[in-house]
């Protein structure tokens, strides 16, 4: 070996050695892309259209959906963006967000969101039919047996407008 390729190896070896050595990071958890998410959804929100939270309400309800979202924050998270897409001015916005929480069965805070967004849209001024009635259908889907949501069903019954009332019936024998 001549005398500049042993030297050439040598630096080589020395540029090696000092070189950083790169920790491979590990990929984050589905819990953690989550809230990662969310918290971009919450600093973003007001900035969306419409067309752009239909998209995140189906990112949302994907995260919700997949049991490898485990940890009590990441689920807190999820619910809070739902929560603030509820109070969106678009109806067909809250709309879509009522439709997509049907795909939630078994999930009594879902439940108790929609019942929260049905009870604040039968109040508006001019309720938009098309929201309480997507509410009332996903009660129906998500079958909550929470007393809260079950007494409000029941109270439902009594309401002035026949389209709420068999809405509500729907929404119980569903």
Known sequence: MTLS?????VGLAMLIAAAPVVAQEDEPTASEKASAFCKEFKRAYKKRTSAQLTDDIDTI??????????????KKALMGAMGQIAGSKDASVRTYLLKKCATLTGNDDVAK?????VQIELKARIPEEDVYEAGFEALGKLKSERPDVVKALIGFLKN????????ACFAISH
Do not use: C, M, Y
């Not at 969101?113 to 967004?117: D, N, S």
């Not at 002035?160 to 809405?167: G, L, T």
């Open 5 to 9: 390729r042993t030297l050439w190896l």
């Open 160 to 167: 002035k407008e026949n389209s709420v009332v068999a809405q």
């Open 113 to 117: 969101l929609v019942l929260k967004i």
């Open 61 to 74: 309800i994907g995260f919700a959906q997949d049991p490898a979202v485990d940890e009590k924050n990441a």
